[in-house]
């Protein structure tokens, strides 16, 4: 919800969590029931369905108070429940004794009431509730005089005395999920109260993980960065998700109870992720993986069981942000002997012709890791590793590739590949450079026309000037050999002539072609098909 263009967090709607409240409800309604224990990961939501029984009963004229354990408050007495003692019942001075208030309690209240008529006491965070709160409590339910709804986190370690509690008194568990993608998507789409951009919503999503709180955090972060803002009315991330310092915190706090061996492995799977499980199992590290994953903080990779991956993405973006140079450098060894042990295991190396999955995800990560650590890399992987970066548009990743193949090897391809990669980056001059060394290298018709094409697309996008473009190209029809090679220069003319004001030309390059195949033809159309609707119009 927005006010003046703010994001208003005590008014985000409540969604997929009716449910829940309707079941909390139900367990109280049972008489055989004296209380529901809300479970659920930091931040995904208890608080907010303990809220909203405690505003039913409320809203329905039942007795029903609120109290918040804390940490702070653990060691003194009656801490959580003071602001809800009634003032009538102090004893003075005195320190407060439970038995007496007990007592006091009872005769005020009456005889055991039946569930429909109990005190409701809402207990937030009851792991943190002082021993004389927590007993008095106790008493309350064990008399019949209270029913109890608390939250409590599913890692938490919970005192024998809330144990004893839970089954004595039949308390029961009530389970808070973190929220499904539509859920997130619904949420998002309400709380900001207008259209959300796909993209944007899609990444806060995976983001957040379903955590409410989570997505709270980052749309506040966003909001106040102004990376998360409307652009002609539709909100739209402008940079990476921002984190704030509560939800640094809070993903700290996921991470503050492992030893240093849990840690170290925790720091080398977040920047190797997703490992393969029987990396980690040649490695030796399988029984320690094990042991996070059943901590939650490892999970199965979404798209391939076989890999794992830090649980949840935020904690494994903040631990490599805060890798030292050092520490980083000494992880790269062992990410790269992890990430190459799968595809050995696999039956794949990189720099081979194998067309599988693996290999084509870990080619590029591999190469830029042994570059940087300074390990040996063969000219063949870094080209490969280009190609893969060519189709996902990573511009920055195949210049760093391209430089270095270059200097390991200064051949026709690298320097051409290099000087693809800085017309991609419109480092033109640069491009023009790189292009000139390449002109001494060039020695079969295939490489005088990949460079003339290159130029040509140069001086057309990058210079603005067709005509010398056109040119470029001529003068390598001149040179060529191959009547198919000339042929494909001609069209590039076409290309570029239907759309430099003059279409007719298109009709008198389509004449000059030797080679009538399949493949000239198809390369025709689209010219030809412009041409005349530009002669038409």
């Avoid at 354990?69 to 003071?82: E, G, P, V």
């Avoid at 704030?244 to 240093?260: H, K, P």
Wanted: with cysteine; glycine share 8%; net charge negative.
């Amino acid at each position: 919800m927005r006010n003046n263009g703010h994001v208003q967090r005590n008014v985000w709607p409540l969604i997929g969590r009716e449910h829940l409240v309707a079941a909390v409800l139900g367990h109280l309604a049972d008489p055989t029931c004296s209380g529901v224990l809300l479970i659920g990961q930091p931040g995904v939501g208890t608080t907010r369905v303990l809220d909203e029984v405690h505003d039913h009963y409320f809203e329905h004229g039942r007795l029903a108070n609120r109290v918040v354990a804390s940490q702070a408050m653990h060691k003194s007495r009656f801490a959580a429940l003071a602001p809800v003692i009634p003032g009538s019942l102090r004893t003075g001075d005195a320190p407060l004794d439970s038995m007496e208030l007990f007592e006091r309690l009872r005769v005020t209240v009456g005889a055991p009431r039946n569930p429909a008529n109990r005190f409701l006491t809402c207990v937030d965070d009851i792991r943190w509730l002082d021993e004389a709160s927590l007993a008095l409590l106790t008493q309350m339910v064990v008399g019949k005089l209270a029913t109890v709804v608390a939250t409590a986190h599913e890692n938490d370690v919970l005192p024998d005395s809330i144990l004893t509690l839970e089954r004595s008194c039949a308390i029961r568990r009530v389970t808070v999920p973190p929220l499904t993608r539509l859920e997130t998507l619904v949420l998002l789409d309400l709380a900001l109260a207008g259209p959300v951009d796909g993209t944007t919503a899609r990444e806060l999503a995976e983001a957040c993980q379903g955590n409410p709180l989570y997505l709270a955090e980052l749309v506040d972060g966003g909001v106040a960065t102004g990376v998360l803002a409307t652009v002609l009315g539709t909100w739209t991330l402008r940079g990476p998700p921002v984190v704030t310092a509560r939800l640094s915190r809070l993903l700290d706090s996921q991470l503050s109870l492992l030893d240093a061996h849990g840690r170290d492995l925790i720091e080398l799977i977040s920047f190797a992720e997703p490992v393969a499980v029987a990396a980690l199992e040649s490695a030796g590290l399988l029984p320690a993986a094990l042991a996070l994953e059943a901590a939650g903080l490892l999970a199965a990779d979404p798209t391939d069981p076989t890999k794992v991956r830090l649980a949840q993405p935020l904690v494994a973006s903040q631990v490599r942000a805060r890798l030292s140079p050092l520490r980083r450098r000494g992880l790269l060894p062992r990410a790269i002997k992890l990430v190459a042990t799968e595809g050995r295991e696999n039956g794949i190396g990189i720099g081979t012709d194998a067309d599988a999955g693996d290999d084509t995800a870990n080619a590029v990560r591999l190469a830029l890791w042994r570059l940087e650590s300074g390990d040996p890399v063969s000219v063949a992987d870094l080209e490969r590793a280009v190609v893969i970066s060519r189709s996902r548009y990573d511009f920055e990743t195949i210049e760093e590739l391209t430089s270095a193949a270059v200097h390991l090897e200064p051949s026709l391809n690298t320097l051409l590949l290099q000087a693809e990669a800085l017309f991609d980056l419109c480092r033109f001059d640069q491009a023009d450079e790189v292009m000139r060394q390449a002109d001494a290298l060039v020695d079969d018709d295939g490489g005088r026309l990949r460079l003339a094409i290159l130029r040509h697309r140069t001086l057309l996008w990058g210079r603005h000037d067709g005509a010398a473009s056109v040119r470029a190209l001529e003068e390598v029809i001149g040179v060529l050999q191959v009547p198919a090679m000339r042929d494909f220069a001609r069209i590039a003319i076409a290309n570029t002539v239907v759309f430099s004001g003059d279409p007719s030309a298109v009709a008198r390059l389509a004449t000059t072609i030797e080679v009538d195949g399949e493949l000239e033809r198809c390369a025709l159309c689209f010219p030809r098909a412009v041409a005349g609707l530009l002669e038409d119009a």
